[in-house]
């Protein structure tokens, strides 16, 4: 009987919890969304967000248990009295004039601004120890932060939430543009999300893929929103976007297409089962114009139009909650496709291989009057083997001139051309049609100037080496070759003599 009695108190604990639970909903939620836009210069955005949201005011209610927003940051945003912090690690730098507007715009390196509560007494002291606490949490350099780059705008950097008054006092703002971003960056703020990399929309972020982008910025936004309509009480708001632009996927035929897995090499297998909304966004605005048309696979649930950055946009959308989008095949592989009409036009592309046979480009297209036509090819750039270098490598190395051949209009009706009757220059080109004439054109030859060593120093070293050489060698070998002999010492000659009998005379011993 005693021993019955632990076990009944421990169900009526169990079910008393589950009891609790069930009266009193979750007081937080979280939304994913992946918004994808094709560029104008042919690159690809994709832009991730992740929103919690937090019904509880943390520096007023004791929390001590966390679900979904991360406890790192609660603990920050209580210890620190913060009101809105804002963190941003960026790579490359986003091109406005050839993609467009961006939803969020973040500088190179690492950017980070706080607004404090006016409860803060010593704001330089509690900027410092914030700084050295991101730099752990981020494993960035942050603790780098002092006042020789920190700065207090007055008109720039207003409060994204709720802010009671501006007095600017209480903000602060240092940029770190040397802060490179790594994959030490992204694992921490991948563990800040619920689900972190296991499923739904973040287990597209993959580091090699991210990282081998034009562009990449990854950001934390913490900032107090209304829980209602009359903002009788506030939120906490944690919101996580990343950023990034990937090149053009050209194909054989001239088509950008592209897809998921094309891009993060995975694909969305179930959603975040924590997650209340989660959707994919793709932007099917500007592609009904040059006669283009647009296929997107498989089919969007809906579609949703707004103006965006003063633009209409048109997005169609994936909604990765419902069973039906995933359930059918598995996975969701969002595929976008252009096709044109069919146009005459031929492309030949022969890529080279190293030290065997160069690039070949044929393009057969039809030139508009009074336009101008610009063939780009991207190429990596390769070092030489000393043997290759020319006698004069300072000079350049010349590529081979661009062949165009092309059938001119004329401006009078040609008369059709007799082969043997005709002069020699008329006859070389034929013509079928005499309406038009062939013309071949070459352009100049270009001369390209590449990285050069310093082919004196092999001369120098060679001239130094056969000195040490001969000198060490020549020594050494009248060692090995010469012989040497002990001459016996010969007796004196005549003034030897004449000296011996003079020391005699005197008495002195004879030398």
């Given at each position: ?28 939620s ?13 690159d690809?955005?994709?832009?991730f ?20 927003f ?112 790594c ?47 009359r ?5 906490w708001?944690?919101?996580q ?86 359930n ?43 336009s ?49 009757e ?14 038009n004439?062939?013309?071949r ?30 000198v ?40």
């Amino acid at each position: 009987m005693a021993a019955a009695m632990p076990l009944a108190l421990l169900v009526l604990l169990l079910l008393g919890r589950k009891g609790w639970c069930l009266a009193e909903p979750p007081r937080d939620s979280l939304r994913e969304e992946l918004v994808i836009t094709p560029l104008p210069s042919g690159d690809v955005a994709a832009t991730f967000q992740f929103r919690t949201r937090w019904d509880s005011e943390l520096q007023r209610e004791g929390v001590s248990h966390y679900r979904l927003f991360p406890k790192a940051l609660g603990q920050l945003i209580s210890k620190y009295s913060l009101r809105e912090l804002h963190l941003s690690f960026t790579q490359g730098f986003w091109r406005t004039r050839y993609w467009g507007p961006p939803f969020l715009q973040a500088p190179s390196g690492a950017e980070l601004w706080v607004w404090f509560q006016d409860t803060v007494t010593d704001v330089d002291k509690s900027w410092k120890e914030l700084s050295n606490v991101l730099s752990g949490i981020f494993c960035a350099s942050l603790n780098f932060i002092d006042s020789t780059n920190t700065v207090t705008p007055t008109a720039s950097f207003k409060p994204l939430g709720l802010a009671n008054d501006t007095d600017h006092y209480f903000l602060r703002y240092a940029v770190l543009p040397r802060e490179v971003v790594c994959t030490e960056n992204l694992t921490p703020w991948k563990k800040l999300l619920p689900c972190s990399s296991k499923a739904g929309l973040s287990v597209l972020l993959k580091a090699d893929r991210l990282f081998h982008t034009s562009y990449h910025s990854q950001a934390v936004h913490i900032r107090p929103v209304c829980r209602n309509a009359r903002c009788t009480s506030i939120s906490w708001e944690l919101r996580q976007t990343l950023s990034v632009v990937f090149d053009a996927f050209i194909t054989g035929q001239g088509k950008k297409d592209w897809s998921l897995f094309r891009m993060f090499s995975r694909t969305l297998t179930e959603p975040c089962p924590l997650a209340s909304e989660s959707r994919v966004y793709v932007d099917i605005t500007n592609y009904n114009q040059d006669n283009e048309t647009l296929e997107v696979n498989p089919p969007p649930t809906t579609t949703y139009q707004d103006v965006i950055l003063g633009t209409r946009k048109i997005y169609a959308i994936y909604d990765l909650l419902d069973t039906a989008m995933i359930n059918n095949s598995r996975n969701l592989n969002i595929q976008l496709k252009w096709k044109r009409p069919p146009e005459n036009g031929y492309i030949h592309y022969q890529p080279a291989q190293d030290r065997l046979q160069p690039h070949l480009l044929e393009m057969l297209i039809q030139l508009p009057a009074n336009s101008v036509t610009k063939v780009s090819i991207q190429f990596e750039r390769a070092l030489l083997k000393w043997t290759e270098y020319t006698p004069d490598p300072n000079h350049g190395f010349y590529v081979s001139p661009s062949v165009l051949s092309a059938l001119v209009p004329s401006v009078v009706a040609a008369k059709p051309v007799d082969w043997e009757e005709s002069p020699l220059f008329n006859s070389l080109f034929p013509v079928s049609d005499g309406s038009n004439y062939f013309v071949r054109l070459y352009t100049e030859p270009l001369l390209v100037n590449l990285p050069t060593p310093d082919f004196s120093m092999p001369y120098n070293v060679i001239c130094l080496t056969c000195t040490v050489v001969a000198v060490c060698y020549g020594s050494f070998y009248n060692l090995l070759t010469r012989t040497f002999h002990i001459e016996e010492p010969r007796t004196g000659g005549l003034a030897k003599r004449l000296a011996n009998l003079i020391r005699r005379a005197r008495g002195v011993p004879p030398l």
